[in-house]
C-alpha cells in the first residue's frame, strides 16, 4: 500500500477529538487559572518582580550603618653593624619583632545630600511600576489563553465543516457515476464533481493541521492538552455599553498608564538622587584598633619583649564636594532629559491604550454584525442547497449548480464560526484594553498571586542569604 500522510494525519485529529470527547470538558475558565498558575512566561515576570523587590532594602541599606574588619600581621629583622671606639673590629647585632594588628571600623551616614531618601523613594517608585509591568503580563496570558482556547474550537469546527463536505461531494460524485452510466448525465458532471472532491479533500487536510497547530498553542499557553472544550460565549456583563466609558476606565486602570506615571516618577527621584551628589556628605566614624607586637635578639641572653596596645577613636567626617571634573552635572542634565522622557511616555502610552480599546471595540461590533449577516446567509444558502438538489433530480439543474450551491453554504457556515469565535475573542480584547482582564473580575478559581506578600518579607531584612521560599 502507498504512503498516504493525509491518512495518519486524519487517524491523529481522529484519536484527538475522540480522546477530548472521553474525557471531561474543561471551561474556558479552567483553562484561565490553569495558565495564571503554570504558565512558564508569567512565572517568569513573577520572578523578576521578587528580584526587583530586593531593590528596595538595598536602597533602605543606605541607613544602616557599615562595619569592617582587618587584621595583618608581618615580621620585621634588623642587622646592625658597629665599631666600638678604640677597637678595630666590628660588631652587630640582630633583632626581629613580629606584631599583629587588628582594627574594626564603623561608619555610620547621617546625610548624605538626600540622595539616601531619594533612593528608597526611586526603588519604591521601580517596585510598583513593575507591579503594573507583572498585571500586563497576566492580562496577556489570560488574553492568549481565551484566544487559544477559542482557537482550538474554530479549528475544529472548521475541520469538521471540512469533513461534512467531503462526505457530500462523495456522495455526489457517486450519484453523478450512477447518472452517466444510465446515459442520464455527462463526463463533465463526473469531472466536476471529483474536482470539486479533490479541492474539499485538500482542506480537510489543511484544517487538520490548523487543528493540531491550534493544539499545540493551547499547550504551550495553558500547559496542558484541551479536553472536550465548549464556546464559552462572550463575556458582555463585564463589558460597558458604551465606548467613552471603556476609555475613561483605561485611563485609570490600565497597566501600561500606571507603569508609565510610576516610570515618571521614578525618573524624578533619580534627578534628586544625582543632584545630591552636589551636596556636603555627614558621616559618624568610629575605630577600635588592637595592636600585639615582640621583639627579640637571636642567640642573646636577653628576654623576649613583649607589647600590646589598644586604640579606639571617633570622628564626624563632613566632606563637601567642590569640583569633580565636570561628570556629576553631566549626569544630572542626563537624568532631567530621562525624566523628559519618562513624561512623554505616559501621553504615548495612554495613546497607545486609546488605540488599542478602539480596535477592539470596533472587532466586537463587527463580529456581532457579522454573526447577524452570516445567520441569514447559512439560513438562506440551506434553502438553496436543498432547493438546488431538487430541482437537479427533476433536471431543471446541473451538477455544477449543486456544487455551488454546496460551496456557497459552507462558506456561510466558515464565515458564521469566524465571527463567533471572533465575538468571543474581541469580548476579552476589550476587557485587557479597559485594564480589567484580571484573575478577581473573571472569578477564576484559583490562588492569587500577590506580589505585596514578598515585598514585605524582604523590605526590612538586614541580613540573610536565603530568599522567603528557602533558597
Same mark, same amino acid.
Given at each position: 500500500?502507498?504512503?498516504?500522510?493525509?491518512?495518519?494525519?486524519?487517524?491523529?485529529?481522529?484519536?484527538?477529538?475522540?480522546?477530548?470527547?472521553?474525557?471531561?470538558?474543561?471551561?474556558?475558565?479552567?483553562?484561565?487559572?490553569?495558565?495564571?498558575?503554570?504558565?512558564?512566561?508569567?512565572?517568569?515576570?513573577?520572578?523578576?518582580?521578587?528580584?526587583?523587590?530586593?531593590?528596595?532594602?538595598?536602597?533602605?541599606?543606605?541607613?544602616?550603618?557599615?562595619?569592617?574588619?582587618?587584621?595583618?600581621?608581618?615580621?620585621?629583622?634588623?642587622?646592625?653593624?658597629?665599631?666600638?671606639?678604640?677597637?678595630?673590629?666590628?660588631?652587630?647585632?640582630?633583632?626581629?619583632?613580629?606584631?599583629?594588628?587588628?582594627?574594626?571600623?564603623?561608619?555610620?551616614?547621617?546625610?548624605?545630600?538626600?540622595?539616601?531618601?531619594?533612593?528608597?523613594?526611586?526603588?519604591?517608585?521601580?517596585?510598583?511600576?513593575?507591579?503594573?509591568?507583572?498585571?500586563?503580563?497576566?492580562?496577556?496570558?489570560?488574553?492568549?489563553?481565551?484566544?487559544?482556547?477559542?482557537?482550538?474550537?474554530?479549528?475544529?469546527?472548521?475541520?469538521?465543516?471540512?469533513?461534512?463536505?467531503?462526505?457530500?461531494?462523495?456522495?455526489?460524485?457517486?450519484?453523478?457515476?450512477?447518472?452517466?452510466?444510465?446515459?442520464?448525465?455527462?463526463?463533465?458532471?463526473?469531472?466536476?464533481?471529483?474536482?470539486?472532491?479533490?479541492?474539499?479533500?485538500?482542506?480537510?487536510?489543511?484544517?487538520?493541521?490548523?487543528?493540531?497547530?491550534?493544539?499545540?498553542?493551547?499547550?504551550?499557553?495553558?500547559?496542558?492538552?484541551?479536553?472536550?472544550?465548549?464556546?464559552?460565549?462572550?463575556?458582555?456583563?463585564?463589558?460597558?455599553?458604551?465606548?467613552?466609558?471603556?476609555?475613561?476606565?483605561?485611563?485609570?486602570?490600565?497597566?501600561?498608564?500606571?507603569?508609565?506615571?510610576?516610570?515618571?516618577?521614578?525618573?524624578?527621584?533619580?534627578?534628586?538622587?544625582?543632584?545630591?551628589?552636589?551636596?556636603?556628605?555627614?558621616?559618624?566614624?568610629?575605630?577600635?584598633?588592637?595592636?600585639?607586637?615582640?621583639?627579640?635578639?637571636?642567640?642573646?641572653?636577653?628576654?623576649?619583649?613583649?607589647?600590646?596596645?589598644?586604640?579606639?577613636?571617633?570622628?564626624?567626617?563632613?566632606?563637601?564636594?567642590?569640583?569633580?571634573?565636570?561628570?556629576?552635572?553631566?549626569?544630572?542634565? +542626563? #537624568?532631567?532629559?530621562?525624566?523628559?522622557? =519618562? %513624561?512623554?511616555?505616559?501621553? @504615548? !502610552?495612554?495613546? &497607545? $491604550?486609546? *488605540? /488599542?480599546?478602539? +480596535? #477592539?471595540?470596533?472587532?466586537?461590533?463587527? =463580529? %456581532?454584525?457579522?454573526?447577524? @449577516? !452570516?445567520?441569514? &446567509? $447559512?439560513? *438562506? /444558502?440551506?434553502?438553496?442547497?436543498?432547493?438546488?438538489?431538487?430541482?437537479? %433530480?427533476?433536471?431543471?439543474?446541473?451538477?455544477?449548480?449543486?456544487?455551488? *450551491?454546496q460551496s456557497t453554504l459552507i462558506d456561510a457556515r466558515l464565515s458564521e464560526v469566524g465571527a463567533e469565535t471572533q465575538l468571543v475573542v474581541a469580548s476579552y480584547r476589550v476587557l485587557a484594553a479597559m485594564g480589567r482582564l484580571d484573575r478577581e473580575r473573571l472569578g477564576l478559581k484559583v490562588t492569587?498571586?500577590?506580589?505585596?506578600?514578598?515585598?514585605?518579607?524582604?523590605?526590612?531584612?538586614?541580613?540573610?542569604?536565603?530568599?522567603?521560599?528557602?533558597?
Amino acid at each position: 500500500m502507498a504512503f498516504r500522510p493525509s491518512l495518519y494525519m486524519s487517524a491523529a485529529v481522529g484519536l484527538f477529538l475522540a480522546l477530548s470527547g472521553a474525557v471531561s470538558a474543561e471551561t474556558l475558565q479552567e483553562a484561565m487559572s490553569a495558565a495564571y498558575a503554570n504558565n512558564p512566561s508569567l512565572n517568569a515576570a513573577r520572578a523578576g518582580m521578587r528580584a526587583m523587590d530586593e531593590n528596595v532594602p538595598q536602597a533602605l541599606s543606605g541607613y544602616r550603618p557599615t562595619i569592617n574588619g582587618q587584621i595583618s600581621t608581618g615580621l620585621t629583622a634588623t642587622d646592625t653593624r658597629f665599631r666600638i671606639k678604640g677597637s678595630s673590629n666590628w660588631a652587630s647585632t640582630y633583632t626581629d619583632t613580629g606584631a599583629i594588628q587588628g582594627q574594626i571600623q564603623i561608619v555610620q551616614p547621617l546625610y548624605m545630600g538626600g540622595r539616601i531618601d531619594n533612593g528608597v523613594k526611586r526603588a519604591e517608585s521601580a517596585v510598583k511600576a513593575s507591579r503594573e509591568q507583572l498585571r500586563t503580563a497576566e492580562q496577556s496570558t489570560l488574553l492568549e489563553t481565551a484566544a487559544a482556547y477559542m482557537n482550538v474550537i474554530l479549528s475544529g469546527q472548521v475541520l469538521e465543516l471540512r469533513q461534512s463536505n467531503v462526505a457530500f461531494l462523495q456522495e455526489q460524485v457517486r450519484a453523478a457515476n450512477d447518472r452517466f452510466s444510465v446515459g442520464e448525465g455527462t463526463r463533465t458532471d463526473v469531472s466536476q464533481a471529483q474536482a470539486a472532491l479533490a479541492a474539499a479533500t485538500s482542506s480537510v487536510s489543511a484544517a487538520q493541521a490548523d487543528l493540531l497547530t491550534a493544539r499545540a498553542s493551547y499547550i504551550q499557553v495553558v500547559g496542558h492538552e484541551p479536553k472536550g472544550l465548549r464556546s464559552p460565549g462572550p463575556i458582555t456583563k463585564l463589558l460597558p455599553a458604551k465606548l467613552a466609558v471603556a476609555v475613561d476606565a483605561s485611563r485609570t486602570e490600565h497597566p501600561s498608564i500606571r507603569q508609565a506615571i510610576y516610570n515618571a516618577d521614578t525618573a524624578s527621584y533619580n534627578v534628586e538622587i544625582q543632584e545630591g551628589a552636589l551636596l556636603p556628605s555627614f558621616v559618624l566614624q568610629g575605630t577600635v584598633s588592637s595592636a600585639f607586637a615582640g621583639s627579640s635578639v637571636p642567640g642573646g641572653s636577653s628576654t623576649p619583649e613583649r607589647a600590646r596596645t589598644l586604640e579606639g577613636s571617633v570622628a564626624a567626617v563632613l566632606s563637601i564636594p567642590i569640583y569633580q571634573g565636570g561628570g556629576e552635572y553631566a549626569t544630572v542634565r +542626563q #537624568a532631567k532629559e530621562e525624566l523628559g522622557q =519618562a %513624561k512623554l511616555q505616559v501621553d @504615548a !502610552a495612554r495613546m &497607545s $491604550v486609546d *488605540a /488599542s480599546l478602539a +480596535q #477592539a471595540w470596533s472587532a466586537l461590533e463587527s =463580529a %456581532k454584525a457579522q454573526i447577524v @449577516a !452570516a445567520e441569514a &446567509s $447559512v439560513t *438562506a /444558502s440551506r434553502l438553496a442547497l436543498e432547493g438546488v438538489v431538487e430541482e437537479q %433530480k427533476v433536471g431543471q439543474r446541473t451538477t455544477l449548480d449543486v456544487l455551488n *450551491a454546496q460551496s456557497t453554504l459552507i462558506d456561510a457556515r466558515l464565515s458564521e464560526v469566524g465571527a463567533e469565535t471572533q465575538l468571543v475573542v474581541a469580548s476579552y480584547r476589550v476587557l485587557a484594553a479597559m485594564g480589567r482582564l484580571d484573575r478577581e473580575r473573571l472569578g477564576l478559581k484559583v490562588t492569587a498571586y500577590k506580589p505585596e506578600r514578598h515585598y514585605e518579607q524582604v523590605r526590612d531584612k538586614w541580613i540573610g542569604l536565603r530568599t522567603p521560599d528557602g533558597r
